[in-house]
């Protein structure tokens, strides 16, 4: 259940997200271009990338690689919006509140080119 809100929260934030990266944010609403835009902003390396779906892919336990996911995700998202460590531990026990709030109130984007 816990994988489920994060996954929702996470994909009700993205148009946010991406806004605020200076993309504009209908992008957000298109489902795979969403995700390209979403982990090009985060500055997440492509061999970590490559790493998490060939396990999506080939795992027959898919759900501990979307745990893993959904435990690094709010303390990656925290660091590139200038929150700490602590708005990245809230966003683990709190995703329905912490995502959006990072996406639409608080936060600037801070790894602009």
């Given at each position: ?22 993309i504009k944010w ?25 790493l998490l779906a ?26 590139s919006y200038g ?31």
């Amino acid at each position: 259940m816990y994988l489920v809100v994060c996954l929702i929260c996470i994909t009700i934030s993205i148009p946010g997200y991406i806004a605020k990266s200076g993309i504009k944010w209908w992008k957000g609403i298109i489902p795979i271009v969403n995700i390209y835009y979403f982990l090009k902003e985060l500055k997440i390396s492509p061999w970590l990338l490559m790493l998490l779906a060939l396990g999506l892919i080939l795992l027959p336990d898919r759900l501990l690689i979307l745990t893993i996911i959904c435990i690094f995700a709010p303390f990656i998202i925290a660091d590139s919006y200038g929150h700490g460590k602590k708005i990245g531990l809230l966003g683990l026990f709190f995703p329905f509140i912490i995502y959006p709030w990072i996406a639409y109130i608080s936060g600037d984007y801070i790894y602009k080119d």
